[in-house]
């Protein structure tokens, strides 16, 4: 399948996984790489620019194919080494960012200039169009479907992509909800010219996660995730569980008086307890409504493969014979 984004990262399928804090090492981007899509390691979830530097040659060692890096832009208290984040993917040869969160214009001309295209999550079609003005190659498009942050305007898939399309001139995937091949060919229909995948590739056999996090996917249904931190605007959309419970409780009990500290103890530092060990209550963990649509866990080939072979029988037959009669 040829589209705009198989061809901007020189993948063979329109499939992207998506940069995950503590799932995105080298043996998933690697296997999503090798299987025809485009695998993202999350430079975050490293570190220091070093370890990045080691993942990337890590991952070199298991594919010859284009995988990508995320990196997420976010205020902090301790900013994160950027510019040495940024060398380490020029350095490591690495042709395509996910870039996440705040806006990337200043490290734009760096990454262009080394010949790197540039994909960013957008929540909202305004802010897709300023990635667009400033230079980004190709937008995610994330509908408030999708696990982690959504925005603020929950705005579902069914309206946000076709209005995207409407507005954009640059490529952009489909992310929140997409599971099978049927996402993909409703992504393509509703404008989309791929999907990116999170929650989907967690449940993957090379997922390097712990089993009790797979197997929490996949006995989830569409009812399971909740949103948190919407009072202090950085709604994320989480798997339900006791942590997720509590810190829900918070909220409504401190109401617009909550601040970020009454609820570290439920969302800061829990991903090692949960992705290493297998902690499912140590806290809140994003997760899409998608959950409800992963009933098994196989390799990322099988998985792509199963995609791919859906979504163009999908287009090839179901739908042309509606047409065709």
């Given at each position: 399948m040829k589209t705009r984004i198989t061809e901007l990262f020189g993948i063979e399928h329109p499939i992207i996984q998506g940069g995950m804090h503590h799932v995105g090492y080298a043996e998933l981007a690697a296997a999503v790489a090798n299987a025809g899509g485009l695998g993202i390691i999350t430079a975050l979830t490293q570190p220091s620019p070093e370890a990045l530097a080691e993942e990337i040659r890590r991952c070199r060692e298991m594919t010859d194919k284009p995988f990508g890096v995320n990196l997420t832009f976010l205020p902090s208290v301790k900013q994160p080494d950027y510019p040495g984040y940024i060398e380490a993917i020029i350095k490591g040869g690495v042709k395509a960012v996910e870039t996440a969160g705040n806006n990337p214009a200043k490290w734009l001309p760096i990454l262009k200039e080394n010949g790197i295209k540039v994909i960013h999550k957008c929540t909202a079609v305004r802010h897709a169009l300023k990635a667009?003005?400033?230079?980004?190659?190709?937008?995610?498009?994330?509908?408030?479907?999708?696990?982690?942050?959504?925005?603020?305007?929950?705005?579902?898939?069914?309206?946000?992509?076709?209005?995207?399309?409407?507005?954009?001139?640059?490529?952009?995937?489909?992310?929140?909800?997409?599971a099978d091949g049927r996402s993909l060919a409703a992504?393509?229909?509703?404008?989309?010219?791929?999907?990116?995948?999170?929650?989907?590739?967690?449940?993957?056999?090379?997922?390097?996660?712990?089993?009790?996090?797979?197997?929490?996917?996949?006995?989830?249904?569409?009812?399971?995730?909740?949103?948190?931190?919407?009072?202090?605007?950085?709604?994320?959309?989480?798997?339900?569980?006791?942590?997720?419970?509590?810190?829900?409780?918070?909220?409504?009990?401190?109401?617009?008086?909550?601040?970020?500290?009454?609820?570290?103890?439920?969302?800061?530092?829990?991903?090692?307890?949960?992705?290493?060990?297998?902690?499912?209550?140590?806290?809140?963990?994003?997760?899409?409504?998608?959950?409800?649509?992963?009933?098994?866990?196989?390799?990322?080939?099988?998985?792509?493969?199963?995609?791919?072979?859906?979504?163009?029988?999908?287009?090839?037959?179901?739908?042309?014979?509606?047409?065709?009669?």
């Open positions: 667009e003005a400033i230079g980004c190659d190709a937008v995610s498009v994330d509908g408030f479907e999708c696990g982690g942050h959504p925005g603020e305007d929950d705005v579902p898939n069914f309206i946000l992509l076709p209005r995207a399309a409407e507005e954009l001139k640059i490529p952009f995937v489909a992310s929140g909800g997409m992504a393509l229909a509703l404008g989309a010219e791929g999907m990116n995948m999170g929650t989907r590739f967690i449940a993957t056999q090379e997922a390097p996660v712990h089993e009790n996090v797979k197997q929490a996917i996949v006995a989830a249904s569409e009812l399971d995730t909740r949103l948190v931190m919407r009072p202090l605007r950085n709604t994320e959309r989480v798997m339900n569980n006791a942590a997720v419970e509590r810190l829900l409780e918070k909220e409504k009990r401190l109401g617009a008086s909550i601040k970020f500290e009454d609820i570290v103890e439920e969302v800061a530092g829990v991903y090692p307890r949960i992705m290493k060990t297998g902690e499912m209550d140590a806290g809140a963990w994003s997760c899409g409504m998608v959950a409800g649509l992963i009933h098994d866990i196989p390799s990322v080939q099988e998985l792509i493969d199963r995609i791919m072979a859906e979504a163009e029988g999908i287009i090839r037959e179901r739908l042309t014979k509606m047409i065709n009669g």
